[in-house]
């Protein structure tokens, strides 16, 4: 064989790997928006029913988390929230929680992964830790 018929056939070799490994990269591309589609369509459970004015206390952040099947461990993971923060909250610990401000995005971040009105629940739960713990 020639050196040049070898540059032609490595050249052929190095465009068959390249597209093998686009195919490859494409294929698990899908795959992973497969298994993300795939868990968007799981049906979640129904919400327990909650009174057009109904104020947002732990409890019923809880009661609707438990409904949803999901663990303290598991909102936590997903919503990148400590679970510290998640117990404070669920329990009404006022005086354990962060300032208003990081309160009002935990709140907002727990409230889109329970598939709640993150505004609802946040003005709801900060008027009563306001209210309880005599802050405004």
Known sequence: MSPSHNRVSAGRQL???QVLAQDSAIATAE?????????TREPRPRLPDIPADAEFNGELLRRVRETRGYTLQQVADRTRISSRHLENVEADRYTALPAQVYLRG????????????????SRSYLALASEKSGKK
């Open 106 to 121: 935990i709140l907002m971040n727990l409230a889109r992964e329970l598939g709640l009105d993150p505004l609802r629940v």
């Open 15 to 17: 465009r068959e790997a």
């Open 31 to 39: 795959a992973a928006l497969a298994q993300v589609a795939a868990r």
